[in-house]
C-alpha cells in the first residue's frame, strides 16, 4: 500500500520534472529560434471590398477579397474631430512576432509622394515597422492603397515586417474603398518609382492642385506611428530618413544593457548624402563621405538649427571606436528649435497636433521633452541618412508658406497662446 502509494507520488515527481524541462526548452526554443517566425499562426485576415474593373456587361463583378481591415464608416476621431484614423489597415505578417522580439519599433509616416521610400527603410532595418498613411480624397486613397498592395505583392520585407495605418480628412472625405486589382498585374515590381510616379502624374491630372489645398497633418501621423507600435522604444523618423543597416539589432543589444537614471532619449545622428553615392555601410564611410564633400549633417544650408545641438564634429571627432553602439557624448547645448531623431520609450510627450504642414512641428515635441527634463545622449557609430544635398532654393513655395505660418504656431506655443 505504502509502496503503491511511493511508487505513484515517485511517477508525479517524474512526470512534474520531465514537464518543467519541457517547458524550459519549448520556452528557450520559442526565445531564441529564429525559425518560429516561420511556425507562428497565420493572422486573421479581415476583409474589404475590392472591385474588379466594372465589366459593363456584368453589374456584379465584385468580389470580396481578405485583405485589408478597413471600414471607411468606422475608424476613431482624432482629438479635434478633423481627421478619422484607421488602425492596421494591413498588419505586417511578422508585425506581431518582430515587436516581442525586438526592443525597438520604426515608426514612421507618408503621404503618398514619397512611400517608396519604405522600400529601402524596411531593407535596412529588420524590426518591426509601424507606418501612418495619409489620403487627402477618395481617388488619393484608392491609388495609395493601390500601390500598398502593389508594395506588399513586389517586396515580402514589406509584406512581414510593416503595419499600414491610415488617417483621412473629415472635409472631403472617401466614402468608398474600391480597388481595381486588375492593374496590380500590369504594375512592374521591378520600378517601384517609375510606377508610383505614373500613379501620382494620373492623380494630379484628376486633382489639379490637391497638395497645396490639404496640409499634411505631420504631427497627428507621428503619432499615429507611434501609438500603433508594441515595442517598448519607439524610432520615430519620417519616411525618407533612412537607417543604417542592422540598425534594429545593434540597437538592441544596446538597449538590454543601457543604464539610463531618469528620462533618457538616444540621439541618432542624421546626414544628407549625394544622389549619386552608395549607401554608406558604416561610419568610417560616411565620414569619408563627408570629408570629401558628398555627406553632410541634414539640413545643414536650410536650417541649421535643426541638428546643430547633436554636435557632429564631436560625433565625426571619435577615433579608435568600438562596434558596439554606445553613447558618444550628451547633448550640452540644447537649442530651441533642435529636431534630432531620436530612440525613446514611447512615454515621451505626444506630438501637438495643432502643427499642420511643414515645418515647426517635430522641434515643438523635443522642446517638450527638455522641459520636461530628458537627457539627449548621442549614440554612435550607428546614423541615419536623407538622399540628396539640401539647398534653400529647391523648395516649393507652398512649403514655405506652411512653414512661416507654423512658425508664427510655434512662438504661440513657446508663450503658450496657441489656440
Ligand atoms: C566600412 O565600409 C567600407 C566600405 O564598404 C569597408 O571597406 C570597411 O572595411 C568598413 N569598415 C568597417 C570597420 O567595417
Ligand atoms: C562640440 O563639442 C566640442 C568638444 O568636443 C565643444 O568644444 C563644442 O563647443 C561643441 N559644440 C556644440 C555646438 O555643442
Ligand atoms: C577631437 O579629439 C581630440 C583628441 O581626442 C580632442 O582634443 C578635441 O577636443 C576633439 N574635438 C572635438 C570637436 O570634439
Redesign the pocket.
Known amino acids: 500500500m505504502i509502496q503503491g502509494k511511493c511508487r505513484i507520488w515517485n511517477l508525479c515527481i517524474s512526470a512534474l520534472a520531465f514537464l518543467s524541462l519541457y517547458n524550459i526548452i519549448i520556452t528557450l526554443k520559442l526565445l531564441y529560434a529564429p525559425e518560429c517566425l516561420r511556425h507562428s499562426p497565420p493572422l486573421p485576415k479581415p476583409t474589404v471590398k475590392i472591385i474588379r474593373r466594372p465589366c459593363e456587361k456584368d453589374e456584379k463583378a465584385i468580389y470580396t477579397k481578405q485583405v485589408m481591415n478597413l471600414n471607411l464608416q468606422l475608424g476613431r476621431w482624432d482629438m479635434r474631430l478633423q481627421y478619422k484614423l484607421f488602425d492596421h489597415i494591413v498588419t505586417g505578417e511578422k508585425f506581431a512576432i518582430l515587436s516581442e522580439l525586438f526592443r525597438t519599433c520604426l515608426a514612421t509616416q507618408s503621404s503618398i509622394e514619397k512611400i517608396a521610400s519604405i522600400i529601402e527603410v524596411s531593407n535596412h532595418w529588420n524590426g518591426p515597422i509601424s507606418l501612418a498613411i495619409f489620403a487627402a480624397s477618395e481617388d488619393e486613397l484608392n491609388t495609395l492603397l493601390l500601390y500598398v498592395m502593389y508594395l506588399r505583392k513586389c517586396d515580402a520585407r514589406i509584406r512581414d515586417k510593416v503595419s499600414f495605418h491610415l488617417a483621412i480628412p473629415k472635409d472631403k472625405r472617401p466614402k468608398k474603398v474600391a480597388i481595381d486589382i486588375e492593374k496590380l498585374d500590369e504594375m512592374d515590381c521591378g520600378n517601384p518609382m517609375g510606377t508610383l510616379q505614373s500613379l501620382i502624374k494620373k492623380l494630379q491630372k484628376q486633382n489639379g492642385m490637391w497638395r497645396m489645398k490639404m496640409p499634411y497633418p505631420q504631427n497627428l501621423m507621428r503619432n499615429l506611428a507611434r501609438k500603433n507600435c508594441q515595442s517598448k522604444f519607439v524610432f520615430l523618423t519620417d519616411v525618407d530618413i533612412i537607417p543604417n543597416k542592422g540598425m534594429a539589432e545593434s540597437l538592441d543589444v544596446f538597449l538590454i544593457n543601457a543604464k539610463c537614471k531618469g528620462l533618457c532619449a538616444y540621439v541618432i545622428p542624421t546626414y544628407e548624402i549625394d544622389e549619386r553615392v552608395r549607401f554608406p555601410p558604416n561610419k568610417t564611410e560616411l565620414i569619408r563621405l563627408a570629408n570629401r564633400g558628398l555627406a553632410r549633417p541634414f539640413h545643414h544650408k536650410v536650417f541649421i538649427y535643426n541638428q546643430y545641438a547633436t554636435?557632429f564634429?564631436?560625433w565625426q571627432?571619435?577615433?579608435n571606436e568600438r562596434d558596439e553602439v554606445h553613447i558618444n557624448h550628451p547633448v550640452t547645448n540644447f537649442e530651441f528649435l533642435y529636431e534630432p531623431f531620436y530612440v525613446a520609450p514611447d512615454t515621451v510627450p505626444l506630438h501637438d497636433e495643432r502643427f499642420v504642414g511643414y515645418g515647426y512641428t517635430r522641434n515643438s515635441q523635443v522642446y517638450e521633452m527638455y522641459v520636461a527634463g530628458y537627457e539627449f545622449l548621442v549614440l554612435s557609430p550607428i546614423f541615419t541618412c536623407h538622399w540628396g544635398l539640401q539647398i534653400k532654393r529647391t523648395r516649393p513655395p507652398w512649403r514655405e508658406h506652411q512653414n512661416n505660418l507654423n512658425r508664427k504656431n510655434f512662438d504661440g506655443f513657446k508663450t503658450g497662446n496657441l489656440c
Open positions: 554636435n564634429s564631436r571627432n571619435a577615433t
